[in-house]
Structure formats: C-alpha cells, structure tokens
C-alpha cells in the first residue's frame, strides 16, 4: 500500500467539479515518423543530428513512434481517466518549409488524434508551436526575423480551419522563454546559438507571433479558447540583503515579467528594457502597434512550473533545496502556490491550467514487469496539493497536466531522463504506467486524494 492510498481514505483534499485531470507531450518528443506523409524537417532534426549536441546523440527520428502508436496511446490515456490531453502539432507536418498550403496527410494525423480523443472523451488541448521550427525558417532568419511571426499565424490559421470545430482550448507558443534562453543565450537547445542581442529580439517576435495567433482564431471566427504557455520561476532573494532583494526584481523581469507583462499590460517591463538598453536589437525591433497585437485578449493562461530561482546579491544563482535528475530543476511544491496566486494576484482573474509539472526520476523495469516510481507520486502529490491550496485561496485553477504522459526525448538530454508516468521500453516500444500513473488514475478518479 503506498502513502497516496493513506491521504486518499483521509479524504483530505478533493479539486473542483469537472477538473480537467490531464497529461502533456509535444510532438519533437514522442512522434518519430521524422521523414513520413510530407514532413519537413525542423531546427531539432538539424540539431540532434548534429555531433556532440545532443546525449548519446539522440535524436527524435523515433521517439515513443507516437505517429505509428497513437491508437494504442489513446487507449493508455482512457484507462488512465485522462479528461484533457495536451500535445502540440507539428508545424513541419502541416508546412514542410514553414510557408504554403497545408500538407494534408499531417493534417489528417491531427484529426485523427481529436477524433480518437473525443471518441474517449478526452479533452484535446494544442500547442501550435512547441519549439520544431521548420528548417527553411531557421535558415531564412528564425525568429530573429519578424516575417516568422507572420508565417506562424498562417500556419495557425490553417491549423484553426482543419481542427477548430473540435478544439476546446488552444495554446500558442510553448514556453517563448526556453527558445530565448537554451535556443540563443546558452545554445544547448535549437538553434544552438550564444547571441543575447539576438535573444531577447527572438522574445519580441515569439511574442508576436502569439498575438497574430490569437487575431487569426478572432478573425476565422473560432469557437475554442486560446493563450500562450509560460513556465513561470517563482524568484526568490538568497539571502536578506538588499542587494539581494534588488537583484531578484531584475531576474524576475528577465524571467516573468518580460512574458507576462505585455501580453497582460501591453507594456514591456521598464527595467528590463532600461537592462537591455535603447540599442539593443530587440528595443528598436518593437514597433508601433506590436503590444497592442500581443496583449490581444486571451481566454487563458497556461502555466508551467518546474522550479523557483534563488537570486545571490551579485545576480548570481543560488541552490536551496534538493535537485531532481534534472540539475535545474529544486524541488520546491510551495513554488507551486506562489506563482499561482501571484499571476492572479497581479494579473487579474483570468482562467489557469497548468500544462506542465514533473520530474525524471531514474525508472527501471523491474523483473516483475513493473516500474516503481515512488519519487514521482512524492513529487506529484505534493505539487497538487500546493495547487489546490491556490485554489482554496481564490485561483480560478481549471486543470493540471502532468508533464509527461509517456517517456520521451528530453531535448539535449535525449533519452536518458524519463519524465513519464508510462514507461517506454524504447527497443520494444512497450508502454508500461508506472506506478505513478495507477495513482494518477485514483486520483483523477476520487477527483483528488
Ligand atoms: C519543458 C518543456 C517540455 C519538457 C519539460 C521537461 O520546459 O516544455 O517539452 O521538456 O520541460
């Protein structure tokens, strides 16, 4: 019997009617079928197959073989009780090179996934853009080009015109921050570069392109919601000082406010622009009329959190509580709460769903064909119930997604970090809940535990 059965009879915690227990994935990370019905290629096929960027030099040419399995995952994710399920539409699917009329075998994929989800009553909830940028955009400039903002609304609107009768809740750009910071500040994601004037710059226009998405649902007249998806770092000062305290103001713009802001406020935050400064690419590539495209209002905030930030009095970073596989991520529940009564808090009543929280955990398949992943029940009970203090506390919370429905491709870390609650044994492509998702499937079903 495992501890979640113990809160479970204590019958301590239980979520809102018709909460929308839900899982995530995006489609670099589990689809495979990287060369099938038309597919272009994207940034990420050109970065994993480049030598040394990636863990053992993984790549997403298979992954979890969704595109080939979805059936058998639809399936996984009825007896799990799943309400709502996030994944992200490929856009080298629907437009091999970015631009053009859709490519209607990868549209047919897409509708088939609704339809298998809603035959199971499962909620489908998309991403458009989850970091697969198609190639020939990447070589005509990237998001450092602001004609990629507008081809992402095209392709948005193709995507709207196939699927949007049967879209619920759709979601724009998956984390603009990770693209700004791994994809141009650091380089260990696509594309790979090191070029901060170029970054922040890549920020404006991902928020852009967000805002055209959101014009274009508006514009055909689509019926679903729609917001774009933050991961959101509570930051916190290390220690008492002032400096600390001011130093944790800027990194929290750099890390919250530059996203939040504008789409809420239609304002960039001033210290980040002071920060950054008047000749900086990216103040002098916001044009007239660009945040009032961005702050077009939303339905939505989807909110994704992983881990706080603890800010030393330099502007450094400091570690405060213990780290997952994952050496960015502290594990920290209570940062579950903060971030979620401060996005209502300072932004007003707008409808939440968290579309990502988890952790990699060192899984193995045991002899007796389980896989045992106490850390995750630990790490998941934990979190939900720092979200439902938020609830309690007045946070219109409507659903939690865990990330990840299946293991998958982790970026640059390949194969090696199983984010999960099913296992997936990559030679066989057997899929396995772990015992995560046994407990996941209580939970959803006693709406809570
Ligand atoms: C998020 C990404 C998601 C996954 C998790 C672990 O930043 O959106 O694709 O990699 O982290």
């Known amino acids: 019997m495992d501890t979640a059965t113990d809160a479970g009879t204590a019958g301590a915690l239980r979520f809102p009617p018709d909460f929308g227990w839900g899982a995530a994935t995006s489609a670099y990370q589990i689809e495979g079928a990287a060369k099938e019905d038309g597919r272009g290629e994207s940034v990420w096929d050109t970065f994993s197959r480049t030598p040394g960027r990636t863990r053992n030099g993984d790549t997403g040419d298979v992954a979890a073989d969704h595109y080939h399995r979805y059936a058998e995952d639809l399936d996984l994710m009825r007896d799990l009780g799943l309400r709502s399920y996030r994944f992200s539409v490929s856009w080298p699917r629907i437009q091999a090179d970015g631009t053009g009329p859709a490519n209607q075998r990868g549209l047919d994929f897409y509708r088939r996934l609704v339809d298998g989800l809603?035959?199971?009553?499962?909620?489908?909830?998309?991403?458009?853009?989850?970091?697969?940028?198609?190639?020939?955009?990447?070589?005509?400039?990237?998001?450092?080009?602001?004609?990629?903002?507008?081809?992402?609304?095209?392709?948005?609107?193709?995507?709207?015109?196939?699927?949007?009768?049967?879209?619920?809740?759709?979601?724009?750009?998956?984390?603009?921050?990770?693209?700004?910071?791994?994809?141009?500040?650091?380089?260990?994601?696509?594309?790979?570069?090191?070029?901060?004037?170029?970054?922040?710059?890549?920020?404006?226009?991902?928020?852009?392109?967000?805002?055209?998405?959101?014009?274009?649902?508006?514009?055909?007249?689509?019926?679903?919601?729609?917001?774009?998806?933050?991961?959101?770092?509570?930051?916190?000062?290390?220690?008492?000082?002032?400096?600390?305290?001011?130093?944790?103001?800027?990194?929290?713009?750099?890390?919250?406010?530059?996203?939040?802001?504008?789409?809420?406020?239609?304002?960039?935050?001033?210290?980040?622009?002071?920060?950054?400064?008047?000749?900086?690419?990216?103040?002098?590539?916001?044009?007239?009329?660009?945040?009032?495209?961005?702050?077009?209002?939303?339905?939505?905030?989807?909110?994704?959190?992983?881990?706080?930030?603890?800010?030393?009095?330099?502007?450094?970073?400091?570690?405060?509580?213990?780290?997952?596989?994952?050496?960015?991520?502290?594990?920290?529940?209570?940062?579950?709460?903060?971030?979620?009564?401060?996005?209502?808090?300072?932004?007003?009543?707008?409808?939440?769903?968290?579309t990502e929280n988890g952790l990699p955990t060192p899984d193995t398949l045991g002899a007796d064909g389980t896989v045992d992943d106490a850390g995750r029940i630990a790490f998941l009970r934990d979190h939900l119930t720092a979200a439902h203090r938020a609830v309690n506390a007045g946070v219109p919370l409507e659903s939690f997604h865990v990330w990840s429905l299946l293991d998958n491709f982790e970026w640059n870390e390949g194969y090696d970090q199983r984010w999960g609650l099913v296992y997936v044994d990559y030679p066989t492509q057997r899929r396995i809940p772990k015992s995560s998702a046994h407990w996941y499937r209580r939970v959803i079903a006693d709406n809570g535990f």
């Open 118 to 354: 809603h035959e199971r009553d499962i909620a489908p909830m998309v991403t458009l853009f989850h970091w697969d940028l198609p190639q020939a955009l990447q070589d005509a400039g990237g998001w450092e080009s602001r004609d990629v903002a507008h081809r992402f609304a095209d392709y948005a609107d193709l995507v709207f015109g196939a699927l949007g009768d049967q879209v619920p809740v759709w979601l724009t750009v998956n984390e603009p921050k990770t693209v700004v910071q791994n994809g141009y500040l650091t380089g260990h994601h696509a594309p790979g570069r090191q070029d901060p004037d170029a970054a922040y710059l890549v920020a404006h226009h991902l928020q852009l392109a967000h805002g055209l998405a959101v014009q274009a649902l508006r514009a055909g007249g689509g019926s679903g919601r729609i917001g774009p998806a933050f991961n959101l770092h509570p930051c916190y000062p290390a220690d008492s000082s002032p400096e600390a305290a001011e130093a944790t103001r800027l990194y929290d713009g750099y890390e919250n406010r530059l996203y939040l802001d504008p789409v809420f406020t239609g304002r960039y935050p001033e210290d980040v622009l002071a920060d950054l400064g008047p000749d900086s690419r990216m103040v002098r590539g916001v044009r007239d009329g660009d945040l009032e495209i961005i702050a077009s209002p939303i339905d939505l905030l989807a909110v994704q959190y992983y881990t706080p930030i603890y800010v030393t009095a330099d502007g450094g970073t400091a570690r405060r509580w213990p780290t997952s596989q994952a050496d960015w991520q502290q594990i920290h529940p209570d940062g579950m709460y903060d971030i979620l009564t401060r996005v209502t808090r300072e932004y007003g009543p707008v409808p939440l769903t968290v």
